[in-house]
C-alpha cells in the first residue's frame, strides 16, 4: 500500500540518490518491448495520461513530455487531456488497458478513487509511471515508479519566508484542486509553520480564473487579509487582478506568496506585485522518459525520484526572467 505517509517516508530515503541515478535520455535498446530508436515494431508504446491544461505549469510539463517521449527517442506515445475531470482519466485509463500499451504514465487530479482502474492495470500486467501527483489507494504496489516534486517541502518554505518577512501577516490560503497531492501536501507543509496566521482558506482549482473569483469572495469575508499564499502562480495572478479591482496594491496591501515559478509568475515577482516564489520545475520529459525505457525494458528503477525546486524573491531580475525556459 502505498498511502501519502508511506511515500513522505521514501522521499527522504532515496530523493537525491534517485535523481542523480536517472542520467539524461538516451534511446534505449533492445528487449522484446525496447526502445528501438526508429523501427516501428520496437518502439515502446506509451499511454499518457496527462490531467488537464489548467495552467502555465501544466502547459509547460505537457511541452517537455511530448518533446522527450518522441518516436526519435524510440516512443510511441499516445497523449490524451483530461481537462481535470478524474472520469475522462479513468477512461483514458481503460482504453490504454484495451490498447494493451507498453507502458502507462499519469498525473492523477486527485488522490483517491482509483483503486478500481488502478486494479485493472495490476490485472492487465502493464507497468504504472506516477508522474507529478500522488495516489491513495489500497492496491498494492499500484506504480512501479513516481517522478514528481515534494510538494510538502514547497509549501513548508513558503511558510518559513512568512515565518521570517511576515510573521504579523493575516494569511488568506487560496488552495489548488481540492484532494490533489499538490494541495494536500502544500497545505500541509505551510500549515505546519504559520497555520496560527491563516485566517481563511477557498480554493481556485488551480486556474487563474477561479483564483481571482476565489479572491474577490475572500476580500469581502476576510477584509482584514494582509497576504495570500496561493498553491500556484496562476490563481495568483487571478488574485492580482481581485486585489486591483478592490483599489488596493498587490504586493504592497496584501503580499502575494506562491508556487510554481512560471515565466508569468517570476514576471510579477520583478513587477513587485509577487513577494516570493517556491519554484516546481515542470520541465522532466527527459529524466521520465529514462525512467519509462528503463521501465520497459524490465530495469530496476528508483521508486522516487524528486525534481528539484529553488525559490525566489524580489530581488530576482528580468534577465534571470527572461532566461527562464518556461
Ligand atoms: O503547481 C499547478 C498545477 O501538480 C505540481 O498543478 C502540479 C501543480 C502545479 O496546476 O500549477
Not at 510573521?167 to 507543509?189: I, M, N, W
Not at 495568483?236 to 479591482?245: F, M
Request: with cysteine; charged share 25%.
Amino acid at each position: 500500500m502505498f498511502g501519502r505517509a508511506a511515500r513522505r517516508g521514501l522521499v527522504g530515503l532515496v530523493g537525491t540518490a534517485a535523481l542523480l541515478s536517472v542520467a539524461a535520455c538516451s534511446s534505449g535498446g533492445g528487449g522484446e518491448t525496447g526502445a528501438g530508436g526508429g523501427g516501428g515494431d520496437d518502439l515502446i508504446r506509451v499511454g499518457f495520461s496527462q490531467l488537464g491544461a489548467e495552467s502555465g505549469w501544466r502547459t509547460a510539463n505537457t511541452e517537455s513530455v511530448k518533446e522527450s517521449l518522441t518516436e526519435e527517442n524510440g516512443f510511441d506515445l499516445t497523449f490524451v487531456d483530461a481537462q481535470q475531470k478524474q472520469e475522462n482519466q479513468i477512461k483514458a485509463l481503460r482504453d490504454f488497458v484495451a490498447q494493451d500499451v507498453d507502458v502507462i504514465a499519469f498525473s492523477p487530479v486527485i488522490e483517491t478513487g482509483w483503486d478500481e482502474v488502478l486494479q485493472e492495470i495490476k490485472d492487465a500486467g502493464i507497468p504504472v509511471v506516477l508522474v507529478d501527483r500522488t495516489v491513495d489507494t489500497t492496491v498494492e504496489d499500484p506504480y512501479v515508479t513516481w517522478i514528481g516534486a515534494d510538494f510538502e517541502q514547497e509549501g513548508t518554505t513558503a511558510g518559513e519566508w512568512v515565518a521570517a518577512n511576515a510573521p504579523d501577516a493575516k494569511v488568506f490560503e487560496l488552495q489548488g484542486t481540492l484532494g490533489s497531492g499538490a494541495q494536500v501536501d502544500r497545505e500541509e507543509g505551510f500549515n505546519a509553520v504559520v497555520g496560527d496566521q491563516v485566517i481563511g482558506k477557498a480554493s481556485g482549482n488551480f486556474t487563474r480564473a477561479e483564483g481571482k473569483t476565489a479572491v474577490e469572495a475572500a476580500l469581502q469575508a476576510y477584509p482584514e487579509t494582509t497576504l495570500i499564499f496561493s498553491h500556484n502562480d496562476d490563481m495568483g495572478l487571478g488574485a492580482i487582478e481581485a486585489i486591483e479591482a478592490a483599489g488596493k496594491v498587490p504586493g504592497k496591501d496584501i503580499q502575494l506568496v506562491t508556487v510554481d515559478g512560471v515565466r508569468d509568475g517570476l514576471q510579477a515577482l520583478v513587477d513587485k506585485k509577487f513577494n516570493y516564489v517556491v519554484e516546481c520545475n515542470p520541465v522532466f520529459g527527459d529524466q521520465l522518459a529514462e525512467l519509462i525505457t528503463a521501465v520497459a525494458n524490465g530495469e530496476d528503477v528508483p521508486e522516487t525520484t524528486i525534481v528539484v525546486d529553488e525559490a525566489f524573491d524580489q530581488t530576482i531580475t528580468q534577465d534571470e526572467v527572461d532566461a527562464r525556459a518556461y
